[in-house]
């Protein structure tokens, strides 16, 4: 699903297996970037209120491990 350049979309996590997992996922485009979009309910402590806290992650972004010092030995 392709959505509009400021828009997105939300589902619930359906496959969430621990608290730490978002409640929810999606996908967002910005200024035609798309991103991936987690989202947790929470609430607050100090007025009860609940709310969504929200995270994104450039969908072209890849999981970078730190580099490993040895790798720049060409042995």
């Known amino acids: 699903m392709q959505s509009k350049d400021m828009a997105g979309v ?3 996590n359906k496959r969430r297996e621990k608290d730490t997992h978002p409640t ?3 996908t967002v485009t ?3 970037v798309e991103y991936w979009l987690n989202a947790w309910v929470n ?3 100090k007025t009860g209120e609940k709310y969504f ?3 994104l ?4 972004q890849q ?3 730190p580099a ?3 790798d720049s030995i060409p042995f």
């Not at 992650?57 to 072209?60: F, L, P, T």
């Open 24 to 26: 929810h996922q999606g």
């Open 63 to 65: 999981a970078t491990a």
């Open 68 to 70: 490993d010092p040895d």
């Open 10 to 12: 939300l589902f619930r």
């Open 57 to 60: 992650r450039a969908k072209d």
């Open 43 to 45: 609430e607050s402590q």
């Open 30 to 32: 910005v200024n035609g």
């Open 53 to 55: 806290s929200l995270k």
